[in-house]
């Protein structure tokens, strides 16, 4: 009997709990604070497709260079090469 009493207690408590929830915390609007938080997360995802873009133009940078010092290695190691075979000669 206790438990019955017990469950249709809880049943009941749910079941207005969801009625508050659904009647009273519900509008057509927003509320400031969820604007505010709307603008605050627009603010974060311009400024982290900012920083997505800045770290491409530096990894092309970095790839360029890449290629320059690679380029730079092989003359080098050309350069090294005729000095080499000139003193074999």
């Not at 408590?13 to 969820?34: E, H, N, P, R, W």
């Amino acid at each position: 009997m206790k438990c019955k009493l017990r469950t249709a207690a809880v049943v009941v408590s749910i079941s207005l709990s969801s009625l508050v929830l659904v009647f009273g915390g519900c509008t057509k609007y927003a509320s400031q604070d969820d604007l505010n938080a709307l603008e605050r997360q627009r603010q974060a995802a311009l400024s982290a497709e900012q920083k997505v873009q800045d770290l491409e133009a530096e990894k092309a940078d970095l790839e360029r260079q890449i290629t320059q010092k690679e380029q730079e290695l092989l003359d080098a190691e050309d350069l090294l090469k005729s000095i080499r075979g000139g003193e074999n000669k």
